[in-house]
């Protein structure tokens, strides 16, 4: 079956730009997470979804970041006024668990390649 | 809190040779524990996973880990290298909402 799939793999902006990036979970997937992964700060949780809610949001940078996820499935990860610190690859992760101490295996998506000029 | 922390940013093993990667972990509760590697332009792949079962864990590729509380470690072993282990690869531990809070990574190198 089809894994986890992000779109675009590539997007380079311009400074103070808005960008979103989608990330498809694996079909039946309840949990879905956003990850971003940079030269300076290695891999770094950003969100996570639990159906359509995100009961954690603690890894979000700054307000200029928002997700959404709808019908329990497809997330767009929204970044406003993009900054060159932005610049990383943001990951997408789903997995069948619902959270708590159940824990099963996070499937990665291939990322989103953002750069900042 | 939860962290981990990954000794050696870098190893270089010879192909044949035994490859291990330092992980310890910092945990108040008891820890789900994660191995995954990433492929140069790829995503990230379970390598195996610890879940308070077996405390040595086999994973993909002939990949192993164990679990030592008394150490608070997670370290992966492979008897023997490949040129195609050739990655990076993460530790990983769980909280309680299963977000993964990872390790600063190690690029395995293997030379012929």
């Known amino acids: 079956g089809a894994g986890v799939s992000q779109s675009p793999s590539n997007k380079v902006t311009e400074k103070g730009k808005d960008v979103e990036l989608r990330c498809d979970p694996i079909?039946?997937?309840?949990?879905l997470y956003w990850y971003r992964q940079s030269l300076g700060q290695g891999l770094e949780f950003l969100i996570y979804?639990?159906?359509?809610?995100?009961?954690?949001k603690s890894g979000l940078p700054s307000d200029r970041f928002s997700a959404e996820r709808t019908g329990g499935s497809v997330s767009t990860l929204t970044i406003q006024r993009t900054q060159q610190e932005d610049s990383a690859v943001y990951l997408c992760?789903?997995?069948?668990?619902?959270?708590?101490?159940?824990?099963?295996?996070?499937?990665f998506g291939p990322g989103t390649r953002l750069t900042v000029t | 809190a939860q962290s981990v922390t990954q000794l050696g940013s870098h190893v270089s093993v010879s192909e044949g040779a035994l490859v291990l990667l330092r992980c310890n972990y910092s945990?108040?509760?008891?820890?789900?524990l994660f191995w995954y590697v990433q492929y140069p332009n790829q995503g990230l792949q379970l390598l195996l996973k610890?879940?308070?079962?077996?405390?040595l864990v086999k994973g993909i590729n002939g990949f192993e880990a164990e679990f030592k509380k008394s150490e608070t470690s997670f370290h992966l072993t492979k008897p023997s290298a490949h040129m195609s282990d050739a990655a990076e690869y993460f530790c990983?531990?769980?909280?309680?909402?299963?977000?993964?809070?990872f390790g600063t990574g190690t690029r395995l190198q293997v030379f012929p």
């Open positions: 979804f639990q159906g359509n809610s995100a009961p954690d």
């Open positions: 992760a789903s997995s069948l668990t619902r959270g708590g101490r159940g824990i099963g295996e996070q499937y």
């Open positions: 610890y879940t308070s079962a077996a405390t």
């Open positions: 990983a531990v769980s909280s309680h909402t299963d977000k993964l809070i």
């Open positions: 079909s039946g997937h309840t949990a």
């Open positions: 945990s108040s509760v008891p820890p789900y």
